[in-house]
């Protein structure tokens, strides 16, 4: 499965549609596996979704001493294996994104799988359907590239441990890796500024695609 | 009459209770029967979705990509919507209050006790004792059906209609300044703006899902100036956020007129050709230099030039705006002051150059075309046309002498309740004691009357105070058509059967007229019936329906009026090469500045002001029934930045009192820098205590009539020692 999610955090308007959304998928009953934060309320009204990035080698797997999580051909990590779980929450302590819930009514770890019941029949999603800003969204790499102006970066480092993901994040800059603590969301505070000149020159211009 | 009565015994019976899984559970094996093709009951996106219907049952939602304003796209309000549906709240029978219990009737009883009560009404206090209040999230057959039954079946002048709460300043400042109400432009026309200017819109938690097209602006390279006195999601995104004092737009707008003009960037050649009342115009605008706009708005001069230059410059550009202009004393001004700087860069009636107001309710569009306005007959014609009551009166059979002049505006109507001239009240599907300022004397009204219907499916806060509550029916029990915010007539299809005895809103009504004797006025069998009359009623007016089908509309996903004739396509872009006042030209109308109603002062120190979060619609009376939208945000909150909060020793989560000379509330405080020092700001959605309109102000604007709920003067005070639960969810949680 070439297609994937691609997650911009600029876009994100917190409506939680993605939420609502993801209940309605049968595989989960009711739970939503995707989740979106504040970033800090207190500051300004950012926010993110979070889903599972789909690690090429998932620490959430690696710890698992059940191997009871699973990534199957098309690089979909999926939810742990009723019978094999364990409840000891090894994959929810390790993964770097804080994505697996442990669910303490169904003694599961539960978390996205990337709508697999749909997309592995050509649907999208539900929550990258709805997303209204396309916040989030669902399709390939040669798909998105030229519809946004973001750039997708799918290599995160936390401290020493380097991390490749079947998910991108859009990215407003050169980047080619996200670094956490170096401050995504610094760079959209100190951005405004610059906008704002590189906005006339823009409007001045007028180089765009859309010109008719 | 019109007493509350055991106020906690009817909460308990009819909620708001929270509700929040499909019927028959959250279960992996759906036997689906049919997926029923409509759209959203909410905002005027009016997003397309598919319904997933089980044994009778709405079980579900999918999205829908064949409807090209949406393509799949829905805000949370729309994915949990279906659950309104079989929701325990829901009413199932007429109720007759009794010793202030609602009791069950049956419909012969209520329909009698209603019908000689109109009756005994009119006879002892004239025709114009009854009142009707509608609605604009009804269908647009629904709302036409409201202004007849008011005007030909009960004979009386006092109807007025929810959206006057909502785009009034809009439909006012539009017909002023085009001769039309309705957007200039598709929204498809978005993506091809170089620069948008978003003013009082925080179009991210209103009317989620026109990001869409935000975005592709963005996209295509083009910006945003964004004005608002927050920092919204949407002034979040935006290029430039000029944060104006709330109730200075007329300033602001000016000044951004001003730079325009001073840097040579108006378009003298369509100024000339297509417009009238410039060089007046021009002579005010010339007074608000960057300077005086700043030291009104608080705006810093060079964003206001910035904005100008940005504006000016760009080929193409839009401007939309929502209630943050409009909800004011000075709303028509507003709005007309934004349509100037459209107007003098010539930025309207081709693809990327227009303007739009973005509306609130789900048919707030089709809801204000075809009669229900206190001041307006069908397709868009006025009472107070000699010529258009004739024509109208022709096409009812009706004799002229017993069309009504004339009503009043809502707020205007509840004052006549409370003078004794009003003194019978029908409602339908509104929430006046959350949706209207001043909520303790709208109380009074409620309690002054003889006699109160209300027709609704839930039991909402303004029902409580009914003698009487008919069971309606939600938006997928029924069908008719809607039109969204750009001005495209949709069709809503009917997925299941409304539950137990509830009925539809058209056929208690019809009922009502037959019994009242009026019957020859009210010969429809089914809302097909009704469409096919305001085709009739509306050929020739200036929202002309003539040549729209329902078949048309499923054909084409929806077709834009006006559409005079079914061989031809609607009309999706406005003005292109002319307006509709007589002369085709348009209009400006130049301003001075004026404060609100209300200003700060030693007593009453903040500007409050009130507006909408993306989890709940209007007063709340469905969406603060669904689990799900509620969880994420429980309870109204009020906005208070830190420097302000700091000044009364307030911090985040403690509860203070918001005080203004109508009323007070308590609420917790969200200490956050997105709001200015000087103003502070709580969602309206819900009800008694927790109304954020016990403290608007009721101010009218003048023309359109629309209150002042967007600036007036307040003072808060802490609390001491009482914390609140979180208010909004800021972690990430496992959310069923
Ligand atoms: S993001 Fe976390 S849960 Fe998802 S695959 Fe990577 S390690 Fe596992
Ligand atoms: S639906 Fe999209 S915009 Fe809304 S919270 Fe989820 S990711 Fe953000
Ligand atoms: S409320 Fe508006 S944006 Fe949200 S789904 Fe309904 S129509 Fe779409």
Known sequence: ?212 | MGKVGKFQEIVDAFGPHLHDEPKGGWSANREIEAIVPTHCPYCAVQCGMNLLVEKGSVVGVEPRYDFPVNEGRLCPKGVTAYLQTHHPDRLHYPLIKRKGMFERATWEEALNLIVSKFKESQEKHGKDSIGVYSGSSLTTEKTYLMGKFARAGLGTRYIDYNGRLCMVSAAAGNNKAFGVDRAANPWSDIPFADVLMIAGANCAETFPVLNKFLWEQRDNGGVWIVIDPRETPTARQGDLHLQLKPGTDVALANGILNVIVNEGLIDEEFIRTRTNDWEATKQIILKYTPEVAAGITGVPAEKIVKAGKVYGRAKTGMILHARGIEHHSHGVNNVLSYINIVLATGKIGSRGRGYGTITGQGNGQGGREHGQKADQLPGQRSMLNPEHRKHICGIWGLPEEELPQAGVSVVEMFDKMREGEIRTLLSLCNNVMVSLPDTNKVRESLESLDFYVHIDFFMSESARYADVVLPGTSWCEDEGVTTNGEGRVLKINKAIEPPAEAKPDWWIIREIAHRMGRGKYFGFQTPRDLFEEIRVTSKGGTADYAGITWERIEKENGVFWPCPCEDKPGTERLFEERFYHPDGRAKFHGFEFAPAAETPDDEYPLIFTSGRIVHQYLSGNQTRRIGFLVKQCPEPYVEIHPDTAARYGITDGERVRVRSRRGSGEFPALVVKTIRPDTIFIPYHWGETQAANQITNPVLDPISKIPEYKACAAQIEKLSGERSVVTQITQSEVVK
Not at chain 1, 175 to 202: H, L
């Open chain 1, 1 to 212: 499965m070439k297609e994937t999610f691609f997650i911009d955090p600029q876009r994100c308007i917190g409506c939680r549609s993605c939420v609502a959304a993801c209940r309605e998928c049968s595989t989960h009953k009711g739970y939503s596996m995707i989740y979106v934060d504040y970033i800090d309320r207190g500051e300004s009204t950012a926010t993110m979704p979070t889903v599972c990035m789909h690690c090429t080698e998932p620490t959430c797997a690696l710890v698992c001493p059940a191997d009871a999580i699973k990534v199957n051909e098309d690089g979909v990590v999926m939810s742990a294996l009723k019978p094999r779980c364990l409840d000891c929450r090894n994959c929810v302590n390790a993964c770097p994104f804080g994505v697996p819930k442990y669910n303490s009514e169904m003694h599961l770890q539960m978390k996205c799988d990337m709508c697999y019941d749909r997309t592995s029949e050509g649907l999208k999603p539900m929550c990258a359907s709805v997303c209204p800003t396309g916040a989030l969204s669902f399709g390939t790499y040669e798909q998105i590239v030229p519809l946004r102006r973001t750039k997708p970066v799918n290599a995160h480092v936390f401290g020493n441990q380097k991390v490749e993901t079947k998910v991108y994040l859009m990215l407003p800059t050169d980047d080619t890796e996200v670094s956490i603590g170096c401050g995504v969301f610094e760079g959209r505070v100190t951005a405004q500024n610059e906008r704002e000149s590189w906005m006339e020159a823009q409007v001045e211009e007028s180089n765009k695609s859309n010109e008719f």
